[in-house]
Nanobody
Framework: QGQLVESGGGSVQAGGSLRLSCVASRYIANTYCMGWSRQAPGKEREEVARIDVGGTTVYADSVKGRFTISRDTAKNTLYLQMDNVNPDDTAVYYC????????????WGQGTQVTVSS
C-alpha cells in the first residue's frame, strides 16, 4: 500500500461538485506540505493547490474561487473540494507531499480520475 491513497473521483456534470480525499500516513499528514496536481490527456501535469503544515494555501489561477484544499490531521487526510467544475477540469488528480520543499513533491499517490461532462 502506498503512502498516499486518493479516492473520490468520478463523473460529474458541469457546474456540479466533487470532493477528493487523500489518506496519508500519520507522519506525512502531520509534518509534510501536501498538495493536489492534475494531468489531462495530452497535457503536462500541473499543480492545482497546496497547503503547508501551518494551513497556508496556494491555488492555481484556473481553480481559484472554485476549489478548496484542506487537511484534517486527526484523520490523516487531505481534501480537495471542487465546486462549479467545468470540462477543463477533466484529468487524473494526484495527491502529493514533501517534507522540506512545498511544491517539489517527493511522494505521490496513484491518482484518481475526474471527468466533467458538459
Amino acid at each position: 500500500q502506498g503512502q498516499l491513497v486518493e479516492s473520490g473521483g468520478g463523473s460529474v456534470q458541469a457546474g456540479g461538485s466533487l470532493r477528493l480525499s487523500c489518506v496519508a500516513s500519520r507522519y506525512i499528514a502531520n509534518t509534510y506540505c501536501m498538495g493536489w496536481s492534475r494531468q489531462a490527456p495530452g497535457k503536462e501535469r500541473e499543480e492545482v493547490a497546496r497547503i503547508d503544515v501551518g494551513g497556508t494555501t496556494v491555488y492555481a489561477d484556473s481553480v481559484k474561487g472554485r476549489f478548496t484544499i484542506s487537511r484534517d490531521t486527526a484523520k490523516n487526510t487531505l481534501y480537495l473540494q471542487m465546486d462549479n467544475v467545468n470540462p477543463d477540469d477533466t484529468a487524473v488528480y494526484y495527491c502529493a507531499a514533501d517534507r522540506y520543499v512545498c511544491g517539489s513533491w517527493s511522494v505521490w499517490g496513484q491518482g484518481t480520475q475526474v471527468t466533467v461532462s458538459s
